[in-house]
């Protein structure tokens, strides 16, 4: 498995070794062991989501409060979505800076998006299925979000804007300045 870096050193890219022929193909999707090493810490998953959207949906930016802040491992299995991570720790050099990566079935690259991150992603293609890992569960009472279109952020999300579909939740977001931590 390559590890790929980003501009913020705790956002990883994973891309396995996919072996295929005229039957298919086959990958490792996560190594444990691997996954570990990259990150140099322990990790430990606690639930899986898989989500379905047609294009143009973005879901995001989310995160999570402490105690219930979540790392996610997100990979797309069918389609492709443009994957968007924000980093949100005050006390980081890279506070207000993003990574965005493509994610498809065809390219089967995951993205490591670690606590202490809000998380997005638009569908590109007719439709998308995305699946990520969480080490901590869902908790509804501690979930926040930052609007799609911060101007701070000015987030280039490969698509044309008119196009989005936002849930109610996510159109009325707040933005980084006004964030809860």
Known sequence: ????????????????????DDRGF?????????????????????????????KGVLR?????LEPHAQGKLVRCVAGEVFDVAVDIRKSSP??????????SADNKRQLWIPEGFAHG???????AEFLYKT?????????RSIIWNDPSLNIEWQID?????????????????????
Not at 26 to 54: L, P, T, Y
Not at 94 to 103: A, E, M, Q, S, Y
């Open 26 to 54: 086959f990958f490792e999707s996560f190594s444990q062991k691997v996954f570990e090493k990259a990150v140099g810490r322990k990790v430990e998953f606690v639930q899986d989501n898989h989500s379905k959207s047609c």
């Open 121 to 127: 992603f638009v569908t590109l293609s007719n439709e």
């Open 94 to 103: 890279t506070f207000g800076k993003w990574v965005g990566v493509n994610l």
């Open 1 to 20: 498995m390559n590890v790929i870096k980003t501009d913020i050193p705790d956002v990883l890219i994973f891309e396995s070794k996919v072996f295929g």
């Open 161 to 181: 804007v008119s196009l989005l579909k936002l849930s109610e939740k996510d159109k009325i977001a707040a933005n980084i300045e006004s964030i809860e931590f």
């Open 60 to 64: 995001g930016l989310h995160y999570q």
């Open 135 to 143: 080490t901590n569960y869902y908790s509804p009472q501690h979930e």
